[in-house]
């Protein structure tokens, strides 16, 4: 089992930037990929981007493609999400997750931290 704790979140006015963290602990070595996703009100849950434990590969939504950056450093057991050119429709709670398989979905949710945008 992972156990997965975001960061970073707080209120950015529009075109700003934020980093959000996500420390893993527990059985760090047992996941396969690392992602992020968020959910606004009344909205479904949205797949913001992803990346996979060796870091040989990253990807993202559409939605965020070219502003948004994951990363993770493995020593630290942390993934980060940069987030640059930030626009009111980003304001959601950001959620990190872990999928351990190639073919699973992702699941051990995070509590979620709050990301809000001001025009």
């Known amino acids: 089992q992972v156990l997965l704790v975001e960061s970073g979140g707080g209120l950015v006015q529009a075109g700003g930037s934020l980093r959000l963290s996500c420390v893993a602990s527990g059985r760090t070595s047992s996941y396969y990929a690392l992602g992020w996703f968020r959910q606004a009100p009344g909205k479904d849950r949205e797949f913001v981007a992803g990346?996979?434990?060796?870091?040989?590969?990253?990807w993202y939504g559409d939605s965020v493609e070219g502003r948004f950056t994951i990363s993770r450093n493995n020593a630290k057991n942390t993934m980060y999400l940069q987030m640059n050119s930030l626009k009111p429709e980003d304001t959601a709670v950001y959620y990190c997750a872990a999928k351990f398989t190639r073919a699973s979905e992702f699941g051990s949710w995070g509590q979620g931290t709050q990301v809000t945008v001001s025009p």
């Open positions: 990346c996979l434990r060796s870091g040989s590969a990253t």
